[in-house]
């Protein structure tokens, strides 16, 4: 072939890299400006063109060093903002939450804020021992290494999203597959009055339903926000889980009908206390 017959990458028809760079950034949550040029074989000037393009079309956010999804309506939060956000009644949530587990078990701990939280209320309860706790979330096996070897911590491997912090597929529901735990502690970003509990982010979502499969029980913790909030990604029913433990001001009560309907016990705390 001649050199003038080579098809150069970045000839290729704009409107189809600039739509798979978008889904790249979709899927990814951050992407790089080198790592996306490599990726899609064209230069970073190229590349830097291609994002500045998407940005003033609203199809992502341009932030140092690379690209961001757009702020939507319902935006996700990096993990470090929402671990501000109503931080006493998360932890309120938290207590609670580690009270329900026994010394001798094993528990899958869901990534976000309040299981972050979760997991620092299990490294507080010192007489806890002989606990096996499997995360996808690196924040949380992080807090939780300070209480090794009292409990020992899994991590299942995965794709790293960079917000939360999180291990995804492919991978991190493959090993679940292979894992029976006795409790499931998962967070969510919203339950509705249908019983549907939901989660911002697909992929997450996707490894909830897998500890939930895993589990012989499960508990849902979530802020009084999240009820009456509903989101793209399915996790499962309130029926799915044996208890919620909620505070807070609570957006849509109605759902605490929902919850009690479903069978699912409603542990309520104060964060006052």
């Known amino acids: 072939m001649a050199a003038s017959d080579r098809i ?70 990096s993990m470090e903002l929402s671990s501000e956000r109503q931080s006493a009644v998360k932890r309120a949530i938290a207590r609670r939450a580690a009270a329900l587990v026994a010394p001798g078990t094993s528990v899958l701990l869901d990534v976000g804020s309040t299981t972050l939280a979760v997991a620092e209320a299990l490294v507080e309860r010192t007489e806890l021992t002989d606990v096996v706790v499997i995360t996808n979330g690196l924040s949380v096996a992080l807090a939780l290494e300070r209480a090794i070897p009292r409990l020992d911590v899994i991590v299942t491997g995965g794709t790293l999203r960079p917000l939360q912090h999180s291990l995804v597929n492919p991978v991190a529901a493959s090993t679940l597959e292979g894992l029976h735990a006795d409790l499931a ?89």
């Open 8 to 77: 150069d990458p970045a000839a290729r028809p704009v409107a189809a890299r600039r739509e798979q760079l978008t889904a790249l950034v979709a899927e990814r949550g951050f992407v790089r400006v080198a790592d996306a040029a490599v990726e899609l074989g064209v230069s970073t000037v190229t590349l830097r063109g291609d994002l500045e393009a998407l940005a003033a079309d609203g199809l992502l956010r341009r932030v140092h060093g690379g690209a961001m999804p757009p702020v939507p309506e319902h935006r996700e939060s």
């Open 185 to 273: 502690i998962i967070g969510c970003t919203g339950v509705d009055r249908s019983g549907r509990v939901t989660n911002v982010n697909l992929p997450e979502a996707e490894v909830k339903r897998a500890m939930l499969g895993a589990a012989d029980r499960a508990v849902l913790v979530a802020d009084g926000s999240k009820l009456g909030v509903t989101h793209l990604g399915r996790v499962g029913a309130l029926a799915d889980f044996e208890a919620l433990v909620t505070g807070g001001e609570v957006a849509d009560a109605a759902v605490l009908d929902s919850v009690r309907e479903a069978g699912c016990r409603l542990l309520a705390v104060d964060a006052r206390g």
